[in-house]
Nanobody, 113 residues
Framework: VQLQASGGGLVQPGGSLRLSCAAS????????MNWYRRGPGTQRVFVAR?????NTIYADSVKGRFTISRDNTLMYLQMNNLRPEDTDVYYC??????????WGQGTQVTVSS
């Protein structure tokens, strides 16, 4: 199973970006899908999660600004009102229960004037 994230770029503070995550299998096969960011340390930092049922969870830092969603083919992260501190490499992650989680390659988001 392979995941591929895309949609990153350079945007001014207050701007928006939409990240996408494509999979080599049907998106609906995944029980849970997440977005993470690289973060300052050695562990990636959780950003948002969506379950197969459509339930969502967000990191406090992005609540009210980011929206995670999925359809039959892609998972998305709509990022609004971006701040310089949102600058990072963003990764998509997905898991089918009972199997190891899969990671996509990162996509760079840069928020700067």
């Amino acid at each position: 199973v392979q995941l591929q994230a895309s949609g990153g770029g350079l945007v001014q503070p207050g701007g928006s970006l939409r990240l996408s995550c494509a999979a080599s299998i049907n998106i609906s096969d995944f029980n849970v899908m997440n977005w993470y960011r690289r973060g300052p340390g050695t562990q990636r930092v959780f950003v948002a999660r969506i379950t197969r049922a459509g339930n969502t969870i967000y990191a406090d830092s992005v609540k009210g600004r980011f929206t995670i969603s999925r359809d039959n083919t892609l998972m998305y992260l709509q990022m609004n009102n971006l701040r310089p501190e949102d600058t990072d490499v963003y990764y998509c992650n997905a898991q089918i229960y009972g199997t190891i989680p899969r990671w996509g390659q990162g996509t760079q988001v840069t928020v700067s004037s």
